[in-house]
């Protein structure tokens, strides 16, 4: 870690290390770049070594391996999840060398130890790490996001989710099989069961538990861990569309105080993170092909149940790719930044 004293003032800058130039990654470096976050020293690592450029700078891809985070001060995880992939073969070893790990992929999430964070909405959980904390998934964040601030204020006894989610959140696999579809070129990347180009799919990861995807648990669990409370009920339906980025839901929440429209409209415009665009008269509300690129959570069409008191339905849209993947975690880095300063 290094310190800056121009400008008179003691500025920490760290070593930064991205892992996986993927989706994700690739977003991770442009984030870094707009967010211009405090960097003394940049490393990006993947499977293979190469130059790559993003937004015309060029970045030199190392091929990954543990000494490779020698003095690392923050690793973001961006690589592939499972058993072989990126986060639990070096993970580990980044922290070993003194590193604290934000890691994108589901193997540590609901670890005990590990937070999992969204600074909107528990941002004192970062303080509790020992190495790793995790970033939630995409459909999770902007759920947490919007609900966070209409959980506090009138309770939140269940939530019923359908999320209509892009294909690049099956990464750069998922956007090569939209496009070759297209151009029908066939299947040359199968990243979905399915042809997705004039065609929806009503299943995102493996079946588990009572017949739910694991997409479907984990906006339970983890929507669960991050607002400490388990005793929200919630049951979701999560579904690939033919979107290349923004992911959308349609939530149906049951609050437990009564609470109107207007207020609601009103604290969510308040609310950090979050753009309200609901103006059903004129047809306005967001839109994917509209929050690609952009950094809120975007919430609409808010209405009531009209046979249940205490029902309301919000449409709420995010870039997958930013909020619900590298911005959030760079807002991690900076969280823990700020706390540790
Ligand atoms: N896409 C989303 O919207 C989204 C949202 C939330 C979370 N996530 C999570 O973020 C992670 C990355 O997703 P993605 O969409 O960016 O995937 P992706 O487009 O498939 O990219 C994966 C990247 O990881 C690298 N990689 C794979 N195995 C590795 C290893 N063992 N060591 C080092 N690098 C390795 C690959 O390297 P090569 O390029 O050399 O092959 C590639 O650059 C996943 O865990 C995913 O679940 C994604």
Wanted: hydrophobic share 40%; proline share 4%; net charge positive.
């Amino acid at each position: 870690m290094n310190i800056d004293k121009r400008q008179g003032k003691r500025m920490r800058r760290y070593n930064v290390a991205v892992v996986g130039v993927g989706a994700v990654g690739e977003e991770m470096l442009r984030v870094l770049c707009q967010r211009n976050f405090p960097i003394s020293q940049l490393r990006v690592f993947a499977r293979s070594s190469r130059e790559i450029v993003v937004d015309n700078h060029k970045y030199s891809v190392h091929k990954i391996s543990p000494d490779n985070f020698e003095d690392i001060d923050i690793a973001l995880f961006a690589g592939t999840e499972g058993e072989k992939g990126a986060a639990v073969t070096y993970a580990p070893e980044a922290v070993k060398r003194g590193a604290v790990v934000i890691d994108n992929g589901a193997d540590f999430r609901l670890k005990e130890g590990v937070p999992l964070v969204v600074p909107e909405v528990n941002p004192q959980d970062v303080k509790k790490h020992k190495g790793i904390i995790a970033n939630p998934n995409c459909s999770t964040i902007q759920f947490v996001v919007a609900l966070w601030p209409i959980y506090q204020a009138a309770g939140i006894k269940r939530v019923i989710a359908c999320s209509y989610q892009a294909v690049s959140g099956a990464g750069h696999g998922g956007v090569k099989q939209l496009e070759n579809e297209y151009k029908e070129e066939g299947l040359l990347a199968r990243a979905f069961t399915y042809r997705i180009s004039k065609n929806i799919i009503p299943q995102i990861g493996g079946f588990g538990k009572a017949d739910y995807t694991s997409e479907e648990w984990k906006m339970v669990h983890e929507t669960h861990k991050i607002m400490h409370d388990k005793k929200i009920k919630i049951s979701a339906t999560c579904v690939r569309v033919p979107v290349i980025t923004g992911h959308c839901e349609a939530v149906y929440l049951e609050t437990k105080k009564n609470i109107t429209v207007k207020r609601v409209r009103d604290i969510l415009s308040k609310s950090l993170g979050v753009k309200v665009i609901d103006q059903p008269e004129q047809s306005k509300y967001p839109l994917p092909i509209d929050v690609a690129g952009t950094d809120e959570v975007f919430i609409g069409r808010i209405r009531k149940d009209p046979f249940v008191k205490n029902g309301l339905w919000l449409w709420i849209v995010a870039d997958n790719l930013r909020k619900g993947a590298a911005l959030n975690a760079v807002q991690i880095a900076e969280t823990l930044c700020a706390t540790s300063s």
